[in-house]
């Protein structure tokens, strides 16, 4: 069986002016890419809006990308700079207007949960718990969250995300034991803890990537 | 392996990011520590609890399409829409009282109205490089006639031909901008609203104005053009609407920008536009445009070659006898290109260095090839092309890998532009 292109490969095609390139590119990170935004924003409608930003960013940076980093960090680098920038202009609009939510307020959930219809054969369990999961994880604090949701959604290691947020591994990494802790905590708080959730049968299936 | 050390690594044991002997060594400290025991199952129990949201969610449908329109469009205009190489034009838009200054095929169109009664326009389509500018200009000239429907008083019989390729970058931009504003929108609260609407690629007919922004489809992330040719620019544009307004119209002329056949368009227009034109500056036109359309044939052909020098031949008007009958050696390419350098005419300069490039490849001094070719970087850098630039530059990076000084100064050249926004991974090693 030959073996898939890369990442690179392929944006080196696109630079040579192949658009399928691209279009492989684009169907292999649209859906980790989303799901980052999701997660990071909770909600759809803003990360399918900076998903496509991001992707148009890409199109139009790519006769200028050198082939010196890893498709997908680029990739990251510029969703990661859009949610930055989102969630500087909310923090703006909240502190604008006195009948909006407080500054970590509660992004609405409805919209972070996928209808079933997107989403079947997936554990009803799965399904129950990802709503509170996601709001757990929005109660991070954001730079806790943008490395949780890196290392265990999009599987980039420390070492990467430390060079696409521009800190270091160390901070990294302790940023990854809070967000982990912390979540734990709130799924306690919320009377979730493992016994509850130990008859998922798919948790530790998934758990194939890491 | 201390205490402190274990706990530092718990995290990369949890993701498996530590080799077999850290592991082990870890795994060993654990087993005569309760706390690193305890902290390794609350991470573990974490990771477990939280499986969830690791799950993939997939956009709406329809959430590639724009995307995938504007890579499209990216890719062919990289590819196939290089300005230079694609124009024919024969005719000439004179009578419509523009003066085609410093317009480049490779840059945003600039035009003013000509107010000397001395044909110069002529001179500066050549010296801008190529025909492009003559082409570009009477497009934007008959898609404003195209729009205004003028009834048709005279035609007369000169042809100009012109292909232009499609704004490929129009869409890519036109696609972010609205992505951009759409943010803005949802930010504003207005997130009810459907999201996903694709907008038209193209943008709906706008002030032709825009059009003479976007024409030549290569500038768009660029800073635009100068504060003062932009003024120009925009004076000017109330110039051609103005002339427009009293000209025929060419019946068949598309409002895209692919190709604009007409014929025709400058007899009346002279009359219109008021200017005279005297018997010695039309011997040098006919002059100009004979070595024109024999310089620009090859280039014509090339339709979609990737971007070699523009003809070098046109130059400079005076050198186009010379020019039409033999090409011009390397060496005196690149005294124009200096000359034009010096006169600040940079746009200009970077095309004509870029031509000695391709001469100097041809008499196999691949050093001067090189040379000249960071030349014409540091000219498109100069003149704020800055996407040009980098293509040249690639193209340097690429045909002359070992002519490292002449990179490091193409380089250099962009120092202040790069990294470009968004830059891509500048930061990695």
């Known amino acids: 069986m030959p073996q898939e292109p ?12 192949d658009p399928g390139a691209f279009e492989t590119l684009l169907r292999r990170h649209r859906a980790p890419l989303f799901t980052f935004l999701v997660r990071m924003l909770g909600d759809r409608t803003k990360a399918e809006d900076l ?17 010196r980093a890893r498709f997908q960090t680029w990739l990251f680098t510029i969703a990661r700079n859009l949610c930055v920038d989102q969630s500087r202009r909310d923090r703006f609009r909240r502190a ?40 757990a994880l929005l109660e991070l604090p954001a730079e806790q969250r943008e490395v949780f949701v890196l290392r265990e959604q999009a599987g980039v290691p420390f070492r990467e995300i430390a060079e696409l ?45 890491a | 392996m201390t205490h402190a050390e274990s706990q530092d690594l718990l995290v990369d044991l949890a993701y498996g990011e530590l080799d077999a002997r850290r592991a082990a060594e870890v795994e060993e400290h654990l087993s005569g520590c309760a706390e690193c025991r305890a902290e390794k199952a609350a991470l573990e129990e974490a990771r477990r609890l939280s499986a969830p949201l690791r799950e993939l969610e997939e956009p709406p449908a329809g959430f590639d399409e724009r995307i995938l329109q504007a890579a499209r469009a990216e890719a062919h205009h990289q590819h196939d829409g290089n300005v230079g190489q694609v124009i024919e034009v024969t005719g000439n838009v004179r009578p419509l009282g523009l003066e085609a200054a410093r317009i480049d095929a490779h840059g945003p169109v600039k035009a003013r109205a000509s107010e000397r009664k001395r044909p110069r326009w002529m001179v500066r389509a050549a010296l801008g490089g190529s025909v492009a500018a003559a082409a570009a200009l009477a497009l934007v000239v008959s898609t404003t006639l195209d729009a205004r429907r003028p009834a048709q008083t005279q035609v ?34 207005a997130k009810e609203q459907p999201a996903a609407v694709p907008p038209p690629a193209v943008p709906a007919p706008v002030a032709q104005k825009k059009k003479l922004e976007l024409l030549p489809q290569r500038t768009t992330a660029e800073k635009l053009p100068a504060k003062g040719e932009r003024e120009r620019a925009d004076k000017n544009d109330g110039a051609l609407d103005a002339v427009a307004g009293e000209a025929p119209a060419p019946s068949a ?31 040098q036109e006919e002059q100009a445009v004979a070595a024109r359309q024999s310089a620009a044939a090859p280039a014509a052909q090339a339709l979609s070659a990737p971007a070699a020098a523009p003809p070098a031949a046109l130059a400079e008007s005076r ?96 120092r202040e532009v790069e990294p470009p926004d968004p830059a891509p991974a500048d930061k990695q090693k």
């Open chain 2, 156 to 189: 007369r019989n000169e042809d100009y031909r012109i292909r232009v390729k499609p704004a490929a970058p129009e869409a890519v931009d036109s696609a972010l901008r609205d992505a951009e504003a759409r943010r803005e929108v949802d930010g504003a609260g």
């Open chain 1, 6 to 17: 890369t990442d690179e490969e392929l944006l080196a095609a696109y630079q040579q002016g």
């Open chain 2, 319 to 414: 050198e186009m006898k010379a020019a039409a009958a033999t090409p011009p050696k390397a060496a005196g390419i690149e005294a124009s290109a200096q000359q034009a350098r010096h006169a600040a005419n940079y746009v200009l300069a970077a095309s004509l260095y870029r031509s000695a490039a391709g001469a100097r490849q041809e008499e196999g001094d691949a050093a001067a090839a090189a040379w000249n070719l960071a030349h014409a970087v540091e000219c498109l850098a100069a003149a704020g092309r800055f996407d040009e630039a980098r293509q040249v530059r690639e193209e340097l990076t690429r045909l002359h890998p070992s002519e490292t000084t002449a990179i490091a100064a193409a380089r250099r050249a962009m």
């Open chain 1, 165 to 209: 947020t521009g800190v270091n591994e160390n901070t990294v990494k302790s940023r990854m034991r809070y967000a982990l802790l912390g979540l734990r905590k709130a799924l306690a708080a919320a009377g979730i803890s493992e016994e509850l959730a130990a008859d998922e049968p798919e948790t530790d299936a998934r758990l194939g990537r």
């Open chain 1, 51 to 67: 998903a496509q930003e991001t992707f148009l960013r890409i199109v139009k940076g790519a006769q200028a990308w050198e082939r």
């Open chain 2, 253 to 283: 002329a598309p409002r895209s920008n692919v190709v604009a056949v007409g014929k025709g368009l400058s007899g009346g227009m002279a009359a219109a536009s008021g200017k005279e034109r005297t018997a010695p500056a039309q011997a």
């Open chain 1, 96 to 135: 604008e207007s006195l009948d909006a939510q407080g500054p970590e307020g509660d992004p609405p959930m409805a919209e972070s949960v996928p209808g079933r219809e997107i989403d079947p054969g997936r554990g009803a369990e799965s399904a129950r718990l990802r709503p509170l999961l996601q709001k």
